[in-house]
């Protein structure tokens, strides 16, 4: 089982700062088949970027992601108010499929 | 637009069953492979289950493993999870999310979630 590490655990920043969230896989995720999710209190999680780099539908260009192999990122250029939300990891290139712990973005 | 409702949650006791259901809408259901995830309280994510879009492959994580089945109906655009011997640790809200492709891949979308609690 790939086992997903997402640091930090807790990112306090303001609006309109960059934020950084890492993703470190126990072993290498094939043909990165890495995914980044939102999700905001008492809602589902929402599909942010697939395949370590694509954006989803309708998600602003502020959201990137990048990496590779065992080490993968997810930035968030010019936060806005509604960012402030838990990230989450999670790789499909290998069974079980498997999540980070996630990253809480959360205003400074 | 597609859209994905979960049914069927409640409070079990321990070792008591529950079947719960999605009804998905707005896309070709038989096209598409189907998974469950759930979400302790406070907790992160854990895939649960995962149904391919003619129901002939299924996989499960091990901690539901011979206790839990995933099934689909096709004809009523409906997904399953049918639920066993239950303990306090599937405590959680359980989502249904569709796959976009015949999978394993990524969750797009997600239901809201069914809130299923074990507890005597």
């Known amino acids: 089982e790939i086992v997903l590490t997402q640091s930090p655990g807790t990112l306090s920043l303001s609006p309109g700062e960059r934020a950084t969230l890492s993703c470190r896989a126990s072993?290498?995720?094939?043909?990165?088949?890495l995914a980044w999710y939102q999700q905001k209190p008492g809602r589902a999680p929402r599909l942010l970027i697939y395949?370590?780099?694509s954006r989803a539908t309708g998600i602003p260009d502020r959201f990137s992601g990048s990496g590779s192999g065992t080490d993968f990122t997810l930035t968030i250029n010019r936060l806005e108010p509604e960012d402030f939300a838990v990230y989450y990891c999670?790789?499909?290139?290998?069974?079980?499929?498997?999540f980070g712990g996630g990253t809480k973005v959360e205003i400074k | 637009q597609v859209q994905l409702v979960e049914s069927g949650g409640g409070v079990v006791q321990p070792g008591g069953s529950l079947r719960l259901s999605c009804a998905a809408s707005g896309f070709t259901f038989n096209r598409y492979a189907m998974h469950w995830v759930r979400q302790a309280p406070g907790k992160g994510l854990e895939w649960v289950a995962f149904i391919q879009d003619d129901g002939n492959n299924k996989y499960y994580a091990d901690s539901v493993k011979g206790r839990f089945t995933i099934s689909r109906d096709n004809s009523k655009n409906t997904l399953y999870l049918q639920m066993n011997s239950l303990r306090s640790e599937d405590t959680a809200v359980y989502y249904c999310?569709?796959?976009?492709?015949?999978?394993?891949?990524?969750?797009?979308?997600w239901g809201q979630g069914t809130l299923v609690t074990v507890s005597s």
């Open positions: 999310a569709k796959d976009p492709h015949i999978g394993p891949n990524w969750f797009d979308p």
């Open positions: 999670q790789q499909y290139g290998s069974s079980p499929l498997t």
């Open positions: 072993q290498s995720v094939s043909s990165s088949y």
């Open positions: 395949g370590a780099s």
